[in-house]
């Protein structure tokens, strides 16, 4: 069986920082990869640029997504993911500052699965992640996979 492997797209080193803190010490322990761009994180997800020997029956368990990034945003790296056969069941929650109406539309719109904010408060924000972890990684019983 697979590990269930997270990943996570931030570009802000803190924020990155802070989520892997959080998952950890709510005792998530899955393997975290880090993607800090759109581009990385589509590359990764379907195996091209720098991940092109990445098998990519192999996908995520669960994909955090930050939507102000660079190269790609999230809004554009999650209608990707929704448009292509092999990633559009992957639960993608969305992880964010934004606290945009128009932002969390967008992203419900393109499918996401869910939209957090990020707390500065990082026992409020540990908590969120711990959560999110705990339904998405424990409870949440996924399509199969082929």
């Known amino acids: 069986m697979n590990e269930k492997r997270i990943l996570l797209v931030?570009?802000?080193p803190d924020d990155e920082a802070l989520?892997?803190?959080a998952l950890k010490a709510n005792n998530l322990r899955n393997e975290i990869v880090v993607?800090?761009?759109g581009a990385e994180a589509v590359?990764?997800?379907f195996g091209t640029g720098a991940y092109a020997d990445r098998d990519t029956a192999n996908q995520p368990?669960?994909?955090l997504?930050?939507?102000n990034l660079p190269k790609l945003n999230g809004l554009e790296v999650l209608k990707k993911i929704r448009s292509d056969n092999r990633t559009q069941l992957l639960p993608v929650v969305v992880l964010t500052t934004s606290d945009e109406d128009r932002d969390r539309v967008d992203s419900y719109r393109l499918g996401a699965n869910s939209y957090i904010g990020k707390s500065v408060?990082?026992?409020k924000f540990s908590e969120s992640v711990r959560q999110l972890g705990l339904y998405w990684l424990s409870l949440n019983?996924?399509?199969p996979r082929s």
């Open 43 to 45: 590359d990764f997800l």
């Open 121 to 123: 408060n990082f026992e």
């Open 141 to 143: 019983i996924g399509p």
């Open 10 to 12: 931030e570009d802000n």
């Open 65 to 67: 997504l930050d939507l």
């Open 35 to 37: 993607a800090r761009d």
């Open 19 to 21: 989520t892997i803190r």
């Open 61 to 63: 368990e669960l994909v």
